[in-house]
């Protein structure tokens, strides 16, 4: 018993040598991005090893990792391009067969490649528009903070686009803009460090300012008084016309004399008619019974 327990023991030792064992060499040291590029530090004894490189852009575990076919040698950096923007690096050292463990960078963030860029989206409101600009990432307000700023600009677009371009420069993140309803005014924003324009201008977006609510209200209600006034004449026409033709119209509206076929007036008297048909005492079913009453007796 005691003779398996020492045996297995040995065995769980030998194992953790082994995976030990697998890196010989020791890791890139101190890894980090410095401005746009990735860089680290030669390993402990780590004389005329060679450094791989690799990224990926998900972080999930199962995402898969691509070489950066560019780096795979002596050198301690690695120029990072727009095309990794979001991407994640590791490092490790090669030397014949040894190989040393992965040594993982912080992400790719916009002022490791020099593609910062204000996020900037409108809220279009009646005679007002509502412009919040965000960073991408935070790196660039980590990096620069309060030397940042946001130049804003906009302009008019309804007469052929020669309108005058006018901008605020401002350091919040949220600008409310006075404009003139009715009309179409584009908008686009840059960054400014230290007062000057800096990384790309965010793409142009487009927005047509509504009217007040006050302002469709009145247009409304100036809607309502015309019908109004419109109708009252017509009625009023109406009326005069009527008084003035009040005898011809009475004429006009005099019933008809009704004609009864003949074979109606034969059922009539053949006496099946049923009486009781004529309902309730309400004075028009009286009516039609005097009205049939009248024809039995002629
Ligand atoms: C990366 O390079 C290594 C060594 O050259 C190779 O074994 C591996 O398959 C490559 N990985 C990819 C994803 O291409
Ligand atoms: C880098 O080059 C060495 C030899 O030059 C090779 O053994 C190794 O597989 C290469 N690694 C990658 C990732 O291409
Ligand atoms: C802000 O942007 C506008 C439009 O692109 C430009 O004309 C103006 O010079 C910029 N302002 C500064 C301070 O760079
Ligand atoms: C940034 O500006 C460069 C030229 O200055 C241009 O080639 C590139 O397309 C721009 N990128 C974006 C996203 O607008
Ligand atoms: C800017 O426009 C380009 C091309 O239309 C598009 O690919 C890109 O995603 C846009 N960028 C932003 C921040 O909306």
Redesign the pocket.
Known sequence: MKMIRHVCAGAVLMLLINIEGTFCLNPPQDVKLVGSYLQWKKPPDGDSV?Y???YRRGFKSDDEWY???SH??TELRFKITPEFYGAEFRVRA?K?NDVSEWKGSEKVQCVNTNSCVPVMKLFVKPEKVYVTMAHMDDSLEKEHGEHIEFNLSFWNVDNGGYSKVESIITNSQKQILELESGQNYCFQVQYLFYEKPYGNVSNQSCASIPETLEMMKSRDLLFIILTTLLVTAMCGVCIFLLFKHHKKVKQLLQPFRLEIPDHYLEFFRSGEFPLQACPSPSSQSLQSCDIIIVIENS
Do not use: D
Request: charged fraction near 10%; hydrophobic fraction near 25%; glycine fraction near 18%.
């Open positions: 060679l791989s490189l690799q070489n950066v076919t795979n040698g090669e014949g």
